[in-house]
T-cell receptor, first 113, second 116 residues
Framework: AQTVTQSQPEMSVQEAETVTLSCTYD???????LFWYKQPPSRQMILVIR??????QNATENRFSVNFQKAAKSFSLKISDSQLGDAAMYFC??????????FGDGTTLTVKP | GAVVSQHPSWVICKSGTSVKIECRSL??????MFWYRQFPKQSLMLMAT?????????EQGVEKDKFLINHASLTLSTLTVTSAHPEDSSFYIC????????????FGSGTRLTVV
């Protein structure tokens, strides 16, 4: 069985500042993918960033970057220059080759103007 | 990019009736789609894996006869909530694997079901 743990139910950040959301996971698979999804109030799930486990280089997408520590099974998301539109619920997810996604419980991010 | 269309976006039905939710991949073929249920401010719970041309695979604890899944084509999967009851009220989301081979999944916009 695979698990994903997000230990921060809520986080807040000042606009233009940087915030890091934590995620740890557990799987016995050697080949897997990790994702961060954003779910705004509209509830549409939006892919923010993905990381292939076999890649050592941390993924980056504009203001979003991850710190992938494979040995520690840690996958944190850093949001730089936070914007009001970043306010949402963020889910960390793990996919193995079996195809099913396992999601963490989510972190609600508030951005203060 | 890959787009998944889900309809309806919201539906209200009377207790005891059935409701069908559609999930379509618009610009790609999806041999596998996934159906999730989400309660307010909670995570997504996988209900079943929908496979084109074969029976769906249900997660433990999900009633197969309550949540009927049909994946009759490479672009359409449907979830039918049969004999709906108020406790079935929830947000249902489908997803499909994009064809880029990088394990990415595209989600539909979700359906808010309210059973009265």
């Amino acid at each position: 069985a695979q698990t994903v743990t997000q230990s921060q139910p809520e986080m807040s950040v000042q606009e233009a500042e940087t915030v890091t959301l934590s995620c740890t996971y557990d799987t016995s698979e050697s080949d897997y993918y990790l994702f961060w999804y954003k779910q705004p109030p509209s509830r549409q799930m939006i892919l923010v960033i993905r990381q292939e486990a076999y890649k050592q280089q941390n993924a980056t997408e504009n203001r979003f970057s991850v710190n992938f520590q494979k040995a520690a099974k840690s996958f944190s998301l850093k949001i730089s220059d936070s914007q009001l539109g970043d306010a949402a619920m963020y889910f960390c997810a793990l996919n193995t080759n079996a195809g099913k996604s396992t999601f963490g419980d989510g972190t609600t991010l508030t951005v203060k103007p | 990019g890959a787009v998944v269309s889900q309809h309806p976006s919201w539906v209200i039905c009377k207790s005891g009736t059935s409701v069908k939710i559609e999930c379509r991949s618009l610009d790609f073929q999806a041999t596998t789609m996934f159906w999730y249920r989400q309660f307010p401010k909670q995570s997504l719970m996988l209900m079943a894996t929908s496979n084109e041309g074969s029976k769906a695979t249900y997660e433990q604890g999900v009633e197969k006869d309550k949540f009927l899944i049909n994946h009759a084509s490479l672009t359409l999967s449907t979830l039918t909530v049969t004999s709906a009851h108020p406790e079935d009220s929830s947000f249902y989301i489908c997803s499909a694997e994009a064809e880029d081979g990088r394990g990415g999944y595209t989600f539909g916009s979700g359906t808010r079901l309210t059973v009265v």
